[in-house]
T-cell receptor, first 116, second 111 residues
Framework: DTEVTQTPKHLVMGMTNKKSLKCEQH?????MYWYKQKAKKPPELMFV???????INESVPSRFSPECPNSSLLNLHLHALQPEDSALYLC???????????????FGPGTRLTVL | GQQVMQIPQYQHVQEGEDFTTYCNSS?????IQWYKQRPGGHPVFLIQ???SGEVKKQKRLTFQFGEAKKNSSLHITATQTTDVGTYFC???????????WGLGTSLAVNP
């Protein structure tokens, strides 16, 4: 089973709102990722968690705050977003961060976010 | 910085024609992965290539990794309407976990 689930599927929020995106995997993967994807572009890496610790932050603005409560769950807390943050937010997971040269990432279906 | 160039950006074919997309990296890669994203969907992992000169087949899809581990191609034989989508290559260099993505090739198939 290579399934990564994400909720909600769609989210519309105002610039003053606080919301959270959720991601879950039950594949026993120990690395989890947040990506942002704009239309007709490849995914852009935002954050990487390895063994529940933040290992990569790609200089993401602080209005995006990741959290990894346990090895199966990954959240992305959103606050005071801008309209240009509207995008598809993708979660991914991979098996073993130590085996980086063959570490395939499996993507969830994404949350389509619109910021008004 | 490290880049992966992918061509063509768009390809429009008649059903039954063949299709190829190419990726070329500025640096040697430890592996390259291919993903397919249907319109409105998310990237779906197709295959990973690790060895120099590797060739792998999945039904009508043939994937190649160059001898120098800097380029790769995906070839689809006799396209079908179900092949429609954007095909991305993504490579990893050294022990860096971060994927370096090509810009994708969008494939449209006329029935």
């Amino acid at each position: 089973d290579t399934e990564v689930t994400q909720t909600p599927k769609h989210l519309v929020m105002g610039m003053t709102n606080k919301k959270s995106l959720k991601c879950e995997q039950h594949m026993g993967h120990r690395a989890m990722y947040w990506y942002k994807q704009k239309a007709k572009k490849p995914p852009e890496l935002m954050f990487v968690y390895s063994y529940e610790k933040l290992s990569i932050n790609e200089s993401v603005p602080s209005r995006f705050s990741p959290e990894c409560p346990n090895s199966s769950l990954l959240n992305l807390h959103l606050h005071a977003l801008q309209p240009e943050d509207s995008a598809l937010y993708l979660c991914a997971s991979s098996q073993d961060p130590g085996r980086r040269s063959t570490d395939t990432q499996y993507f969830g279906p994404g949350t389509r976010l619109t910021v008004l | 910085g490290q880049q992966v160039m992918q061509i063509p950006q768009y390809q429009h074919v008649q059903e039954g024609e063949d299709f190829t997309t190419y990726c070329n990296s500025s640096t040697t890669l430890s592996n390259i992965q291919w993903y397919k994203q249907r319109p409105g969907g998310h990237p779906v992992f197709l295959i990973q290539l690790v060895k120099s000169g590797e060739v792998k087949k999945q039904k009508r899809l043939t994937f190649q990794f160059g001898e120098a581990k800097k380029n790769s191609s995906l070839h689809i034989t006799a396209t079908q309407t179900t092949d429609v989508g954007t095909y991305f290559c993504a490579g990893q260099a050294g022990n860096n976990r971060k994927l370096i993505w090509g810009l994708g090739t969008s494939l449209a198939v006329n029935p």
